[in-house]
């Protein structure tokens, strides 16, 4: 599974996990902390804190994260199209590029395949609310062409 943040809250974000019978939480967020006091609950030690309460193991995976730099070339790319953060609905062609090369060709994605648990469902979580507007959801789409994952999406209703 994959998940963001926005257009949760604390309380409908545990809700999808647990429908989902997620077990594990990867953390793919390079800062694990949200603006607006209405995302308080998704930074880190909070979150890692009601996820322990409800029985969700957490992982931080900060080698899949995008870099500062890859994540201004976005935000430029962002500007240039009117749009925001909160609002992007796909990554720019650059930024897929770039984070493909930089980042995922050289994370060892076998090693983390091989510590996943054999029962319940793991999910990858960064914070926009669509997936193809994150970067989660190229690391999804390699888990699934390389290693035979099926991955779905898990999004606000």
Request: overall charge neutral; glycine content about 8%; aromatic content about 6%.
């Amino acid at each position: 599974m994959t998940i963001g943040v926005y257009g949760f809250d604390g309380e409908t974000f545990l809700q999808e996990l647990r429908n989902a019978n997620v077990c594990l939480l990867l953390d793919v967020r390079q800062r694990r902390g949200v603006r607006g006091p209405e995302y308080g609950w998704a930074n880190s030690l909070r979150l890692q804190a009601t996820l322990a309460q409800a029985g969700i193991a957490y992982e931080h995976h900060r080698e899949l994260a995008p870099t500062t730099e890859l994540r201004q070339l976005q935000y430029a790319e962002d500007d240039r199209q009117g749009v925001g953060k909160r609002t992007r609905r796909e990554l720019a062609g650059e930024y897929t590029h770039r984070y493909t090369t930089e980042i995922l060709d050289h994370a060892n994605l076998i090693a983390t395949v091989s510590t996943l648990p054999s029962t319940g469902t793991v999910a990858l979580l960064c914070v926009e609310r669509d997936p193809e507007a994150c970067h989660r959801s190229l690391i999804a789409q390699r888990l699934a062409e390389q290693h035979g994952l099926t991955v779905n999406h898990l999004r606000p209703h």
